[in-house]
């Protein structure tokens, strides 16, 4: 079992950062592929980035290519999304995501657990 906590989320002007944060626990964080999704009132569920288990490869949505960073730091079994130049458009519950097995999907159903979420405004 697997359990996921986000932090970081908030209430952020327009052209502003935040730096989400999702701690996991179990001992096997460092075998997993980690996503992050987001949903938005009234629309679909929207992948938004995803790390390889190594770090060595990255995958992001196209409404955030270069504003938002995934990374991960297996030694304190934790994944990050930096976003930068935030748009009212990007306001979401952000979630996390662990697949137990692949390098990385941008699929939601490859995914096996997940956060709760966080919630990020952004105002304009």
């Known amino acids: 079992q697997v359990q996921l906590v986000e932090s970081g989320g908030g209430l952020v002007q327009a052209g502003g950062s935040l730096r989400l944060s999702c701690a996991a626990s179990g001992r096997t964080f460092s075998n997993y592929a980690m996503g992050w999704f987001r949903q938005a009132p009234g629309k679909e569920r929207e992948f938004v980035a995803a790390?390889?288990?190594?770090?060595?490869?990255?995958r992001y949505g196209d409404s955030v290519k270069g504003r938002f960073t995934i990374s991960r730091d297996n030694a304190k079994n934790t994944v990050y999304l930096q976003m930068n130049s935030l748009k009212p458009e990007d306001a979401a519950v952000y979630c996390c995501?662990?697949?137990?097995?692949?390098?990385?999907?941008?699929?939601?159903?490859?995914?096996?657990?997940w956060g709760q979420g966080t919630q990020v405004t952004v105002s304009s």
């Open positions: 790390i390889a288990w190594d770090s060595t490869s990255t």
């Open positions: 995501a662990a697949a137990t097995s692949g390098y990385y999907y941008t699929d939601p159903r490859k995914y096996a657990y």
